[in-house]
Structure formats: structure tokens, C-alpha cells
């Protein structure tokens, strides 16, 4: 059957998304794989809707400290030798994706894995707004201010029990600070799947505005320090500006 696959989706009133992301990962051709939805005590319709799919294997709602948390909670609670998270307004772009994701992990010797992404539409999920194309892993990239898409970012279960789950700390940059710790401080083994497996609506916490911005950019400043590693004079400001090019090849 091949390696269980560990999905982890922090919800918190999502009603108006999470039954999308919810059919990405029912759809799923691939069958061994684990849904588990943390919520943040929606008072909403979330948690009527997550109860509709009988693929969801593990739900808890309480309180938590923002979705990081959420999401390290999700990894506590996992029980798949690979862990994927799927934010509650985000999608699989197809029925395939965790088909090709554990045929990668079987077929190569890897810890990780990352992808595409498309940001798309709010509404429609099919307009594309920007493409992020990850390119092929150097850890040095990250010095030229690149990083993966995190909601395409595979890895297995033992990197979290070795080197351990997101900061809290950070508010926004904590999927970053992690990739960093990861990839580059701890050279895991990582490939790159060239397809676009998640699309991503657009308005996320760190990019809605200037303002958020500016705060992410001072955290992934922290997330080098927090790592012991010392960036180029030009990494940080480079990093948002790379995305400038994911709106002209879309």
C-alpha cells in the first residue's frame, strides 16, 4: 500500500473554504492517508461542514495560540511516516497529487519534498494570479532568497521528533524559520516534484498588505538568527522580491 501520508488542516471559522480543501483531499486517488483537522473553536458552521466527510480521521477544537500552534498540534497528533499540511482555504490542484508524492518518497532516497503552487482567484480557483515555481533544491538558493511553498512542503514524521515543530515565537515566518532549519542547517535531503500540486488563495497573513510585509520581513531576519545563520546583506530584501516574477509567468 506504501507510506501513510499524515494531512494536517487548521480551521478556524473556514466555513466559507475548508469544504473545498476538504474535497481536494477525499478526492485523493491515493487512499493511505490521514485527515486531521485542528480547530481553533470556530463559531461558525466549520466544524458542521468537516463532519460531512467521513475521510476525516481525527478532529479536535479548542483554543490555541494562532495556527501554528494548530499545526503543531496536528503533528503530535499524527500517525502517517509523511506529513503534509493543507491549509482550510487551500486546494490539491488534482485527484493525483498525493499518488505522485508517495511514489516520489518510495522511489528516492529523500526526507523532504516540495513543488509548485498557484495563487488563485479568492472566488474562482481556477484564475490564476501568480505561479510559484520552486526550481530544483541547492541550499544555497536560500542566501538568493528563495524558499519552497510551504503548503507543497512534504517531509517525514522523524525530521519533526528530531528537529521540532514550528516556533512560536513567529507569527507569520514560522513555516519559514522551519524550512530554514530544515534544508539549510540540517541539510535534509530534499527533491523537487515539477508540477503545481496546491493552488493557494490569494489574501495570506504574510502578504495582504504592507504593513505585513514589513513585519514578515523582520521575522525572517529572526528566523536566521533563531538558526545560528548569518545571511547575505541582500538575502532578505531579495526574498519578497523574487515574487515578482511569479505574476509575469503564470
Not at 35 to 48: A, E, Q, R
Not at 106 to 121: H, P, Q, T
Not at 165 to 170: M, P, Q, T, V
Amino acid at each position: 500500500m506504501g507510506s501513510k501520508i499524515s494531512i494536517i488542516t487548521a480551521t478556524y471559522n473556514s466555513s466559507a473554504t475548508v469544504r473545498d480543501t476538504l474535497e481536494s483531499v477525499k478526492c485523493q486517488t491515493y487512499k493511505s492517508v490521514e485527515h486531521i483537522i485542528v480547530d481553533g473553536l470556530s463559531t461558525d458552521l466549520t466544524l458542521d461542514i468537516v463532519r460531512h466527510f467521513p475521510h476525516v480521521h481525527k478532529i479536535i477544537s479548542e483554543k490555541d495560540k494562532g495556527i501554528y500552534d494548530a499545526m503543531n498540534k496536528g503533528i503530535a497528533m499524527c500517525s502517517g511516516d509523511i506529513i503534509g499540511i493543507l491549509n482550510s482555504d487551500d486546494i490539491y490542484a488534482n485527484s493525483h497529487v498525493l499518488e505522485k508524492v508517495a511514489a516520489a518518497f518510495e522511489s528516492e532516497s529523500i526526507d523532504a519534498l516540495y513543488a509548485d503552487l498557484f495563487y488563485v482567484d479568492h472566488a474562482d480557483t481556477d484564475k490564476v494570479i501568480r505561479y510559484w515555481k520552486s526550481g530544483k533544491f541547492q541550499p544555497k538558493s536560500f542566501y538568493y532568497g528563495w524558499m519552497p511553498p510551504h503548503p507543497t512542503f512534504f517531509v517525514r514524521k522523524k525530521l519533526y521528533d528530531q528537529f521540532g515543530g514550528f516556533n512560536l515565537s513567529l507569527r507569520s515566518s514560522a513555516d519559514y524559520e522551519l524550512m530554514l532549519r530544515f534544508l539549510l542547517k540540517n541539510n535534509v535531503p530534499a527533491t523537487y516534484l515539477p508540477e503545481t500540486i496546491v493552488k493557494m488563495r490569494v489574501g495570506g497573513m504574510s502578504n495582504h498588505n504592507l504593513a505585513n510585509r514589513f513585519k514578515a520581513n523582520r521575522e525572517d531576519r529572526i528566523a536566521w538568527q533563531l538558526n545560528g545563520l548569518e545571511p547575505y546583506f541582500f538575502t532578505i530584501p531579495l526574498k519578497p522580491l523574487r515574487k515578482l516574477g511569479q505574476y509575469i509567468f503564470k
